[in-house]
């Protein structure tokens, strides 16, 4: 039984997204993912009209700060358990582009994702080496580099299919 009230907010989101079938496409230029970028600007609590932006360069540095602690509060098990893959990988990396800037100052996401990672992924697989070389270096985490998990994460987003 799902209770939606004990959800995170980027979870509900996500799960609504999923959902709906909001676009989390970067490049698409049709809709520029307008109704996720709304989703996120009311979850980022930045102020009633500020708009935030698929593309950093566009988000004060104050608002990417903001929204960051959002993304670094991200349950990936919860993730896994009540929204769709790979719809909630995208959705993270919409918003992580949205942010980069400050995440490169910061790594709020890359701490918090790659942890998780090593946490879900068994010890023998490629996300577990990859987090664990990327978190050794010091590396930053990109909506590029979230790719390089999505074969594991879909294995282990199935498993879950199955137990629940
Ligand atoms: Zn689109």
């Known amino acids: 039984m799902i209770n939606i009230k004990y959800m995170q907010p980027f979870t509900k989101i996500s799960r609504r997204a999923s959902e ?18 709304k989703r996120y600007s009311r979850l980022g609590h930045i102020s009633h009209t500020y708009r935030f932006d698929r593309s950093a360069h566009n988000n004060s540095i104050n608002s990417q700060n903001k929204m960051l602690r959002n993304l670094g509060e991200i349950n990936l098990v919860e993730l896994i358990k009540y929204s769709k893959f790979p719809d909630w990988l995208g959705h993270i990396g919409l918003l992580l582009n949205a942010c980069q800037e400050a995440e490169n100052e910061l790594k709020i996401v890359s701490e918090s994702f790659l942890s998780q990672i090593l946490e879900i992924c068994p010890n023998n697989s490629y996300a577990f080496e990859i987090a664990q070389e990327m978190k050794s270096s010091g590396e930053v985490l990109t909506p590029e580099k979230l790719g390089r998990f999505e074969g594991d994460l879909h294995d282990i987003a199935n498993s879950y299919k199955d137990i629940n």
Do not use: F, H
């Not at 709906?20 to 970028?37: A, K, R």
């Open 20 to 37: 709906n079938q909001d676009c989390w496409n970067l490049s698409c230029t049709t809709c520029g993912s307008m109704e996720l970028m």
